[in-house]
């Protein structure tokens, strides 16, 4: 059985505010270096458990340091972490090698961090990553300094502070009988269009809110007090 419930996979994006993830790390969190989002884990004081990509963007010092003590960059070495090497020309991103990677080491419970940066192409890749069927039984969050976003197929309950942004897209297709309590503009078997911002700077209206609907999905992404 398989030490590891929860994984987090740092991609190789934006991530000044390391305090909101680090809460969410314990003994038994898989922490996972997509490439460069290696020095993410190296910034908090940790050693990933593996490094995945096609290494083009984990800076070579770094890369030898984790690799100290033998071993080859296609398994383990002295520090005891992994290496997994990709050709650059490959079917998936940085980002969901390691989230597969995460399912095979029997993670039912990802978050994702680092997903910001420079690159359009990549964060939008990364929040349609959620939304992915095969992906549809696992927990999977991402955390980026005060926000957390979560794709929502049935229910979901928040918890924050009073005044906290609150905002709720619907991905893919429209989302029919949306039902929420604890939010200052309540919705009651509503339906939110793709593509439009009807959902978008809701507030709670206490520490606790419960979002629901009945068909489709929906990004819950919530602005918590910093």
Same mark, same amino acid.
């Given at each position: 059985?398989?030490?590891?419930?929860?994984?987090?996979?740092? *991609?190789?994006?934006? +991530?000044?505010?390391?305090?909101?993830?680090?809460?969410? =790390?314990?003994?038994?969190?898989?922490?996972?270096? *997509?490439?460069?989002?290696?020095?993410? =884990?190296?910034?908090?004081?940790?050693?990933?458990?593996?490094?995945?990509?096609?290494?083009?963007?984990?800076?070579? %010092?770094?890369?030898?340091?984790?690799?100290?003590?033998?071993? @080859?960059?296609?398994?383990?070495?002295?520090?005891?972490?992994?290496?997994?090497? /990709?050709?650059?020309?490959?079917?998936? %991103?940085?980002?969901?090698?390691?989230?597969? /990677?995460?399912?095979?080491?029997? *993670?039912?419970? =990802?978050? +994702?961090?680092?997903?910001?940066?420079?690159?359009?192409?990549?964060?939008?890749?990364?929040?349609?990553?959620?939304?992915?069927? &095969? /992906?549809?039984?696992?927990?999977?969050?991402?955390?980026?300094?005060?926000?957390? =976003?979560?794709?929502?197929? @049935?229910?979901?309950?928040?918890?924050?502070?009073?005044?906290?942004?609150?905002?709720?897209?619907?991905?893919?297709?429209?989302?029919?009988?949306?039902?929420? &309590?604890?939010?200052?503009?309540?919705?009651?078997?509503?339906?939110? &269009? @793709?593509? %439009?911002?009807?959902?978008?700077?809701?507030?709670?209206?206490?520490? /606790?809110?419960?979002?629901? +609907?009945?068909?489709?999905?929906?990004?819950?992404?919530?602005?918590?007090?910093?």
């Amino acid at each position: 059985m398989s030490m590891f419930r929860k994984a987090i996979i740092f *991609c190789n994006g934006d +991530l000044a505010d390391l305090s909101r993830v680090r809460r969410h =790390i314990n003994s038994k969190t898989l922490l996972v270096g *997509c490439d460069g989002g290696t020095s993410h =884990i190296l910034s908090l004081g940790l050693v990933p458990h593996v490094v995945i990509g096609d290494f083009d963007s984990i800076p070579p %010092t770094i890369e030898r340091a984790l690799s100290a003590g033998g071993g @080859s960059s296609s398994g383990g070495n002295g520090t005891g972490v992994e290496f997994l090497r /990709y050709p650059a020309d490959k079917l998936h %991103t940085d980002s969901e090698l390691g989230l597969m /990677y995460a399912i095979k080491k029997g *993670c039912t419970e =990802i978050i +994702l961090a680092g997903v910001r940066g420079t690159a359009t192409d990549h964060i939008l890749g990364n929040l349609f990553l959620l939304a992915k069927k &095969k /992906y549809a039984s696992l927990k999977i969050k991402i955390v980026e300094g005060n926000e957390e =976003i979560e794709l929502v197929r @049935s229910h979901v309950k928040i918890a924050g502070e009073k005044g906290d942004a609150v905002s709720l897209i619907a991905i893919g297709k429209s989302a029919s009988g949306v039902m929420t &309590k604890g939010l200052f503009y309540p919705l009651n078997n509503a339906v939110l &269009k @793709s593509g %439009t911002a009807q959902g978008i700077r809701n507030r709670l209206t206490g520490k /606790y809110a419960e979002i629901s +609907l009945r068909r489709g999905a929906i990004l819950v992404i919530h602005q918590l007090a910093v």
